[in-house]
C-alpha cells in the first residue's frame, strides 16, 4: 500500500511557494514543475484541529470547506486569531496596508511587521502598499477608518480573486493605480490615530512573483476533491493558496486549502485529472464535472 501524506497547506518563501506537509517536510514549487497526486480510495476528509492541537473527534468536514475545520475547532482557531479582537495587549508593531487583486478589488488589512510582505502572498495581493504602521489597535482603528470613510473592505473572496487573474492590466502603472488614489485620500482623513507613523505610496507588484504571465490565465477551478480522484498539472503560477496548473483542458486553479484533512497519495501513471471543475463565467474550454 502506498504511503499517504497529508498536507499542511501552502507557505511562501522567498524562492517561493512551498508545499508542506504534517511532520514538517516541504516540497519547494518551481514554475514547469509537475503537480501530481491522488485522493486516498475510500478516503473521508477529516478535521486538521485548531492551534497546532489534533480535532479531538476526528470529524469529517466537507470537500469544498476550505478551513478543513470542525465547527469547534474553527471557533477555537479564530478566538485566537488577531482578526477575532481577542488579542488587544499584543506588544507588537502592526502594519496597515492597502492591496489590490484585480480591477474594482482593493481591500485594507494589517500584518505584524516582522512578517514583511508574506500576509500579502499568502492572500494572492497582485499589487500592494503600506499605509502605516504602529501599535495593534491603532492599526485595527486605522483599518475600521478606511472601511467607513473609503468603503474600503477588509475581505475580497478567493473565487473574485483567482477569476479576474486572466485579465490583469499589462503594466505596473496601471494595477497600482486604484491604491495610489486611495492610499492619497487615506492620508487626507483628518481622524488617523495619534500612534500611527505613516508610510508613503511605496507599491510592490506581485505579477512576476506569481508568475502571473502569458499561458497562465485559467479557464476554471477544482471545488473539491473526492476520494479515489487525481490531479496531474504542470505549475504556470501560483498566487495565495493557489496553484495554477496546465492540463490537457486547460489551465485549472487549485486551492491547495482544499487539500488539508485528506490523504494523498502518490500519482499513478498517465495525466489523469479526476476531481470536480467549475469553469469560469464566460470562458470555454473546461467541463463543470469531472474531468
Avoid: N
Avoid at 207 to 224: K, Q, R
Amino acid at each position: 500500500m502506498a504511503q499517504a501524506w497529508r498536507c499542511s497547506g501552502l507557505r511562501w518563501s522567498a524562492r517561493g511557494p512551498v508545499l508542506v506537509w504534517d511532520g514538517g517536510r516541504r516540497s519547494a514549487l518551481t514554475w514547469g514543475k509537475r503537480v501530481a497526486f491522488g485522493v486516498a480510495e475510500g478516503g473521508v476528509r477529516t478535521c486538521v484541529g485548531a492551534r497546532g492541537h489534533a480535532c479531538p473527534v476526528r470529524a469529517a468536514v466537507p470537500g469544498r470547506s476550505t478551513g478543513a475545520r470542525c465547527e469547534e475547532c474553527a471557533r477555537l482557531d479564530r478566538a485566537h486569531s488577531v482578526a477575532a479582537d481577542t488579542l488587544a495587549d499584543d506588544p507588537r508593531t502592526y502594519r496597515v496596508y492597502l492591496a489590490w487583486f484585480g480591477p474594482g478589488m482593493v481591500k485594507a488589512g494589517i500584518t505584524a511587521y516582522e512578517r514583511g510582505p508574506a500576509r500579502l502572498l499568502e492572500q494572492g495581493a497582485v499589487c500592494f502598499s503600506w499605509l502605516g504602521h504602529g501599535p495593534l489597535m491603532a492599526a485595527r482603528r486605522t483599518e475600521e477608518l478606511l472601511r467607513a470613510a473609503l468603503r474600503v473592505p477588509d475581505r475580497v473572496p478567493y473565487a473574485d480573486k483567482r477569476a479576474v487573474r486572466a485579465a490583469l492590466p499589462r503594466s505596473q502603472a496601471e494595477r497600482s493605480a486604484e491604491i495610489a488614489e486611495l492610499h492619497a485620500r487615506a492620508v487626507a482623513l483628518g481622524d488617523w490615530p495619534e500612534s500611527l507613523v505613516p508610510e508613503p505610496f511605496r507599491p510592490v507588484d506581485h505579477v512576476a512573483v506569481f508568475g502571473l504571465a502569458a499561458g497562465s490565465a485559467a479557464v476554471g477551478e477544482v471545488t473539491e476533491l473526492v476520494a479515489g480522484g487525481a490531479v496531474s498539472g504542470e505549475l504556470v503560477a501560483a498566487a495565495g493558496p493557489d496553484l495554477h496548473l496546465a492540463t490537457g483542458s486547460g489551465v485549472v486553479v487549485l486551492d491547495t486549502r482544499l487539500m488539508s484533512g485528506w490523504e494523498l497519495v502518490p500519482a499513478g501513471d498517465g495525466e489523469r485529472f479526476e476531481v470536480p471543475v467549475r469553469g469560469f463565467e464566460g470562458v470555454a474550454g473546461v467541463q463543470d464535472e469531472l474531468f
